[in-house]
């Protein structure tokens, strides 16, 4: 589950990353709000505005993760601008020391890969890369070399936030040239705005992110974020009930 940090007070925002793990969330990825996020849409921008206008973010994001990861293995979701202006170097080692286990810069500039790469390696996180649908094979082949823990796949080529329909036997051919070019996993998001739909996606994949549906509820009525969790944990593991995964 994607939760940015900063949108509640932090024993608010304790419970509920509580909440949300015993409800069926495998993995956490902590959003650092940003004020151009421009790869995604309006409920995540109004999330990431809320939190930039309630403290400072960035010491929210890591306590958000130091806890959540002691929930389940947690990832930092990022731009590059903060990292451009902190440094690389100092804010993989913060997302480290706080327990991130990696850190996707979802706009990482081809010119810093293997500058963020090497920032990363040295403090032991792993870096996510995402792919662009219509990525060329020459530029596939660089991403994945350059990326680890798991490549990912949106599952619309629209913001985040997307909720019409998806293109599946396009997400499957992708997904098949993503395994082609590298053996790490392939996890999905964007788009997955339903249960439904994150039940069709998951064959495809090895995970499926859910962002927006739970933003969504954290902003509105954060009281249902674990029943909208367990909808979408029940559609991917049908098997598997909330209270053995607790």
């Not at 995540?44 to 959540?68: D, F």
């Not at 796949?153 to 997904?175: M, N």
């Not at 954060?222 to 098997?239: D, G, L, M, S």
Request: aromatic letters at 4%.
């Amino acid at each position: 589950m994607f939760v940015p940090a900063g949108l509640h007070q932090p024993r608010a925002e304790r419970r509920q990353l509580d909440q949300i793990a015993r409800a069926g969330a495998d993995l956490f990825e902590i959003g650092l709000g940003h004020h151009d996020a421009a790869l995604d849409g309006p409920v995540i921008q109004a999330a990431y505005r809320r939190a930039l206008r309630r403290c400072n973010v960035l010491a929210r994001a890591l306590r958000s993760v130091e806890h959540a990861a002691g929930l389940r293995p947690t990832v930092v979701m990022t731009y590059w601008d903060p990292l451009h202006r902190l440094g690389p170097e100092h804010l993989a080692r913060l997302f480290a020391d706080a327990g991130a286990v990696g850190a996707m810069v979802v706009d990482l500039p081809d010119s810093q890969a293997e500058h963020w790469q090497a920032a990363a390696t040295e403090a032991n996180l792993h870096t996510p890369r995402l792919v662009p649908r219509h990525i060329a094979e020459p530029d596939l082949a660089t991403v994945a070399a350059g990326a680890s823990g798991w490549l990912y796949a949106p599952a619309s080529t629209a913001p985040t936030g997307y909720r019409g329909p998806l293109d599946v036997p396009a997400l499957s051919d992708f997904t098949t040239r993503l395994r082609a070019a590298s053996p790490l996993p392939v996890v999905s998001g964007v788009g997955i705005s339903t249960p439904a739909l994150a039940a069709r996606v998951t064959p495809l994949v090895n995970a499926v992110v859910i962002g927006t549906p739970i933003v969504r509820t954290l902003m509105s009525a954060p009281e249902e974020a674990a029943a909208t969790t367990a909808a979408f944990a029940q559609a991917v593991h049908p098997h598997i009930t909330t209270e053995t995964r607790a």
